[in-house]
Structure formats: C-alpha cells, structure tokens
C-alpha cells in the first residue's frame, strides 16, 4: 500500500493543523484498519491512533486522548488526522498506514519495514 502524508507545517501551540494521507496504488475501502504514527527527535517511533471500521474500536496514545482524532474518506481514498490544542512535544514527522490487523497490533507493534518520508509538524512559538 502506497501512502502519502501530507499537511505538516509550523503551528504555534495551542493550535490545530489537519495532516491527510492520500492512499493510491489500492482501494483504501478493502482496508479496515488505519492508524497514524510519529517519531519525534531523537526518540523511537509511536503510534498515535490508530481505528479500525470493521469494529469500531481505536487506539489512542495517552498523550494525544481528547486532542487528535481521526477519520478517513473512502471515495477520496485518504485519511486525515486532526490534531487540536497542539503542545511542542507533538512536534515529530508523522507517518500513517493502512492495513487489515488489529488497532492494537498495528499502533503498538507497527509491523511495518518501509515508512515513507512522512510529514513534519513542529510545534514552536
């Protein structure tokens, strides 16, 4: 599955940006499962969110619970990732995926070799 993440930018804290995900090479429909992560500066990657439409569940890192959410449009074949009240320790290039496995095991365990570049969010005054 090829994925784009797009969106990234300089935001003051306290602000919102909206990072998307545009997916081609296949359908994002045919995949139920699709999660968000980061890697900050020197530190190992996490994942952020990641939800599954096949049952409803999700998975939140702690740090980002009430603040990010994320959603998906099938006939745009992208996923998006709003993030709100955003502190300096969002700051990290963010990467998503699409996938057919469990939230759990795709946010905690991210399974994946390639990343593509990501985007970069800095969050600075």
């Known amino acids: ?43 190992e990657r996490e994942g952020v969110l990641c939800a599954s439409s096949s049952d409803g569940s999700t998975y939140y890192a702690d740090s980002v619970k009430g603040r990010f959410t994320i959603s998906r449009d099938n006939a745009k074949n992208t996923v998006y990732l709003q993030m709100n009240s955003l502190k300096p320790e969002d700051t990290a290039v963010y990467y998503c995926k699409a996938d057919q496995i469990t939230v759990a095991t795709m946010c905690r365990f991210m ?8 985007t970069l969010v800095t969050v600075s005054s």
């Open 1 to 43: 599955v090829q994925l784009q993440a797009s969106g990234g930018g300089l935001v003051q804290p306290g602000g919102s940006l909206r990072l998307s995900c545009a997916v081609s090479g296949v359908t994002l429909a045919d995949y139920s499962d699709i999660g968000w992560f980061r890697q900050a500066p020197g530190k």
């Open 111 to 118: 399974p994946y070799d390639y990343w593509g570049q990501g």
